[in-house]
Structure formats: structure tokens, C-alpha cells
């Protein structure tokens, strides 16, 4: 909870069920610091969220922000990540160019290019356990095959080989942490008629 004599300062949303704070990612003790002004207990589960984050920032700055995360938290932790992968075949360097055409640049993806590393940045950080997968396989295996049927037949969708390769391009990681209490026991990938597994 957010402290009864803490205002809001500048580009922060105070709220007790919701607080947005400005922080600098490659400094994780001022990120503490922040989300502790926010309220933020590090000995409650946590589930940390990056949407496209990470891959913004140096692969050291965010190698160092994910061990800070284990390392901050004392209960069980969950990160789940969504990111750009695979920059070294043609379509991933074709990406890469059309970014750096509107001055948009993304050096962590060359620290984590593939879905094995995406998994030992986590591993590497001290991590329990992680995963990773594309998103086209997860459409292919995690989804409900009845439903991807359903909302096929939505629209008519005739571009599906450009579409596999944007998806083959974006990612989905996660790494679970002190988990002793099982709380993230069932935190994982959820393979349609098998096991998970998230490919190379």
C-alpha cells in the first residue's frame, strides 16, 4: 500500500489499488527506491510484466535488472516478457531496418536472439526455471484448437505466410523464482496434448 504521507510527485499515479511511477530501468536501486515509495513489498509473490521492454535497453542493463528482480524479491516471483527475437535471417535484419529507418533502435535483441537465450537470461540470473516460445508456436500449440478455428473463420485472412513470419519474430519468455510455496507451480506454457517446451 501506498504510505498515508506520500504525495504524488511528478508523472506518479497514487492509488490504493493502482500506482504508476516513473523510473530509470538501468538503475535498478533507484527503481527500488521508486517502488517503494509507491508502497511496493518485496516480501509478497510478485509477477513482474515487460511488454517490449527490455529489448530497449543495453543487454547488460537488463541482464542486471532481471537478477535485481530475483534478488529483490523474497517470496515466489514470476517475470513474463513479450520481445522481438531472431534479428539475424533476412526477415529479422529486414525488421531491424525498418526501425532504424524511423530512429527507433533495440540493442538488447542481440543479447537475447533466440529463444534459448532468452531462456538463460533468466537461468544465468539465478532463476529457478524459464521458458520461452514463439508466438506462432504458441498459436500453433497452447491455443484451443477449436477457437483458432472459430475466429479463422472470422475474417478471410489471406496473407497467413507474412503473418507466420512476423510471429516467428516475437516472443514470449517468463522466469519463476523462490517458489517453495507452489505458488507458481502451474506457471508455464500449456501444450495442447503434451508437454511444454518452447523450441531453440
Known amino acids: 500500500l501506498v504510505p498515508a504521507d506520500h504525495e504524488a510527485g511528478p508523472g506518479e499515479v497514487l492509488s490504493r489499488d493502482y500506482c504508476l511511477v516513473p523510473a530509470d530501468l538501468r538503475d535498478p536501486p533507484g527503481l527500488g527506491a521508486a517502488l517503494a515509495r509507491a508502497g511496493f513489498d518485496p516480501s509478497l509473490p510478485t509477477l ?3 511488454e517490449c ?11 542486471a535488472l532481471v537478477q535485481w ?17 531472431r534479428p539475424d535471417d533476412a526477415f529479422g535484419r ?27 537470461r533468466f537461468l544465468s540470473a539465478g532463476w529457478s526455471r524459464a521458458d520461452a516460445m514463439d508466438m506462432f508456436s504458441i498459436h500453433n500449440r497452447c ?45 508455464q506454457f500449456k501444450v495442447q496434448g503434451g508437454a511444454a517446451g518452447g523450441g531453440g
Not at 144 to 163: A, H, K, N, Q, Y
Open 48 to 50: 513482474f510484466l515487460a
Open 53 to 63: 521492454v527490455l529489448v530497449y535497453l543495453p543487454p547488460e542493463a537488463s541482464q
Open 94 to 120: 529486414q525488421m531491424l531496418i525498418n526501425l532504424e529507418s524511423r530512429d527507433i533502435s533495440i540493442p538488447g535483441i542481440h543479447g537475447t536472439p533466440s529463444l534459448d537465450a532468452q531462456r538463460n
Open 143 to 187: 491455443l484451443d484448437p477449436t477457437e483458432v478455428r472459430r475466429s479463422s473463420g472470422l475474417e478471410i485472412f489471406d496473407e497467413f505466410e507474412e503473418w507466420q513470419l512476423i510471429q516467428e519474430h516475437y516472443c514470449v519468455a517468463y522466469g519463476v523464482h523462490n517458489d517453495e510455496k507452489g505458488i507458481f507451480k502451474d506457471f
Open 69 to 85: 528482480c530475483a534478488a529483490t524479491c523474497k517470496d515466489a516471483v514470476g517475470f513474463v516478457l513479450y520481445e522481438q527475437i
